[in-house]
């Protein structure tokens, strides 16, 4: 009797497993009938991938499959890429924090050059450095199907922003690019800005978390004088200045097609955010709907300028006295900013806390705890500072000892795994 064709490749996972000598993933099994897959930390590894790529060879049911942090490497990246030259289901594929390695990254390029139903591309988390950026950006000036990229992250520098920049210029399709947690400074900066400047399509851009400074800031900004799709910016954390932000405000008068901006957890200080609130006022063409000033000390003279801009239109400023309104499910965890904040400069847990614990207690007051977090510049806000103190103080006894500390991570794991 001739079998029964499986269109979701389930009877050829369980073959591929038990020929690799893996334990089939239970959770890969009983959803690989969905159109979402969502498989981070799963420890696939790449056997894992091995086997779950066969069998997506033939499924037609999955169109965004998640494969965050499974340590598939570049055997297992290089696996994923080519089966996306078989594949024209899967629409969005995430592979970020997974060490693909730059031979992952060729056969990615390959990829892009040949896939033409690929939209969004995470690959964020994977240390990628310049050459990868100009591995990547050849190819996308071939592809004319993908829409959004997350490069967050990574080790690019100023050098990448030549690629991306000419990438900015001739792309037509890339609509959300995200190059946050790089190493990009004022020079990368000046290149991108060149980049938007003649960008048609582009829609979102994330630079939060990189080192543009006054001058980077200021190039950006100009860019956006000719730009005329641009509606997401997000310039946070990345040391810029009132001057940067003056360069800024009066670019803000004469563009009308951003919607947010984003400055948050900068040097600003109360005269240039004014000057932000200031320049939306004066443009009667603006279309911002959301300003972040979140980590700025404001006085009373930028609430007079908030509450009369507020008059002319709606608008969500956001500063600490006055946190973004977001949803549960949508709230930032701390634990995760703080996370990323040891990530980027290169310390233990252990260290920051003895930072904190000043008489080698192994415990911090609850005072002490903000304190230290603000002078170690993590880059949470008042409000981000307090939710972490509500979490960690679980007794509500003024005290953090070390272990709770610690626990941040594996409570990280623990949340993300729960949304599986």
């Known amino acids: 009797m001739k079998s029964q064709y499986d269109p979701t490749g389930r009877t050829l996972y369980r073959r591929a497993c038990e020929k690799l000598g893996i334990v089939p993933a239970s959770y890969f099994l009983r959803h690989m009938i969905e159109p979402t897959v969502i498989m ?170 990189n080192g543009l400074a006054a001058e980077g800031a200021k190039a950006i900004a ?20 009132d001057a940067g932000a003056f360069s800024i405000a009066r670019c803000l008068e004469n563009n009308s097609s951003l919607e947010v901006v984003r400055l948050a957890k900068n040097n600003l200080q109360n005269n240039g955010a004014c000057a932000i609130l200031n320049s939306i006022i004066k443009n009667g063409d603006s279309r911002i709907t959301k300003v972040d000033l979140a980590g700025v000390i404001v006085k009373d003279e930028f609430h007079f300028i908030a509450e009369e801009l507020k008059k002319l239109k709606e608008i969500e400023i956001i500063t ?31 260290d920051l806390f003895r930072k904190l614990d000043r008489d080698g207690s192994m415990q911090v007051s609850v005072k002490e705890f903000a304190e230290g977090l603000r002078k170690s510049n993590v880059g949470l806000t008042q409000y981000e500072v307090d939710r972490m103190i509500d979490i960690l103080d679980a007794d509500k006894d003024g005290e953090i000892d070390y272990s709770e500390f610690v626990c941040i991570q594996s409570d990280w794991k623990s949340e993300e795994k729960g949304k599986r």
């Open 40 to 209: 981070s930390h799963h420890g696939l590894g790449p056997l894992g991938i091995r086997a779950m790529a066969l069998a997506l060879i033939y499924n037609t049911k999955v169109t965004n499959l998640n494969i965050r942090d499974n340590g598939i490497g570049e055997e297992g990246g290089e696996i994923m890429a080519k089966l996306l030259r078989e594949n024209y289901y899967i629409v969005e594929l995430d592979m970020s924090e997974n060490q693909l390695g730059q031979s992952t990254i060729v056969e990615i390029a390959e990829t892009l050059k040949e896939n033409n139903t690929l939209t969004k591309l995470g690959l964020a988390g994977n240390s990628l450095d310049d050459k990868d950026a100009e591995i990547l950006c050849q190819a996308l000036l071939m592809n004319n199907t993908l829409t959004h990229l997350d490069l967050s992250s990574n080790k690019f520098s100023n050098k990448a922003c030549e690629f991306f920049a000419k990438v900015l210029d001739e792309n037509i399709t890339l609509s959300e690019l995200d190059l946050s947690w790089n190493h990009i400074q004022a020079k990368g900066g000046h290149i991108l800005g060149k980049g938007l400047r003649g960008n048609v399509k582009l829609k979102s851009l994330n630079l939060a978390w």
């Open 222 to 241: 100009g860019a956006l004088l000719e730009n005329g799709t641009l509606q997401v910016l997000d310039l946070s954390s990345n040391r810029i200045p």
């Open 320 to 350: 600490d006295e006055t946190p973004e309104a977001r949803s549960k499910q949508d709230e930032p965890d701390p634990a995760t900013l703080l996370r990323n904040y040891i990530a980027k400069e290169h310390v233990l847990v252990v």
